[in-house]
């Protein structure tokens, strides 16, 4: 069974950066369209932004706009998502997702079918 494993997570100054990685067994991510999604505590999970095939990026969240992107390694069969500037409110957990087509299928979690177990993200003095 393909999974798909984040990691990087952990706690930063406001105005700091972090890189998750979104890792797969089983399968080869260059193929696939990438979704990066994040839920703070109370909210609903929402789509961040999605890289496809080509590594096009499609930024869902306004909020991220300038400060998040997302690359590819594909020696490393790995996706990043690099956050920059971080704020305290984007303090959350960060899933990968994915699914298992070359286009980014939109924002919304229902598009998606195969999701990491996500990373905390804490932005915080």
């Known amino acids: 069974q393909v999974q798909l494993v984040e990691s990087g997570g952990g706690l930063v100054q406001p105005g700091g950066s972090l890189r998750l990685s979104c890792a797969a067994s089983?399968?080869?991510?260059?193929?696939?369209?990438i979704g990066w999604f994040r839920q703070a505590p109370g909210k609903e999970r929402e789509g961040v932004l999605c890289?496809?095939?080509?590594?096009?990026?499609?930024v869902y969240t306004d909020s991220v706009k300038g400060r998040f992107t997302s690359s590819r390694d594909n020696a490393k069969n790995t996706v990043y998502l690099q956050m920059n500037s971080l704020k305290p409110e984007d303090t959350a957990v960060y899933y990968c997702?994915?699914?298992?087509?070359?286009?980014?299928?939109?924002?919304?979690?229902?598009?998606?079918?195969?999701w990491g177990q996500g990373t905390q993200v804490t932005v915080s003095s």
């Open positions: 997702a994915t699914r298992w087509v070359s286009a980014c299928p939109g924002p919304k979690t229902g598009f998606y079918d195969t």
């Open positions: 089983g399968a080869r991510l260059n193929y696939y369209a």
């Open positions: 890289i496809n095939s080509r590594d096009d990026t499609t």
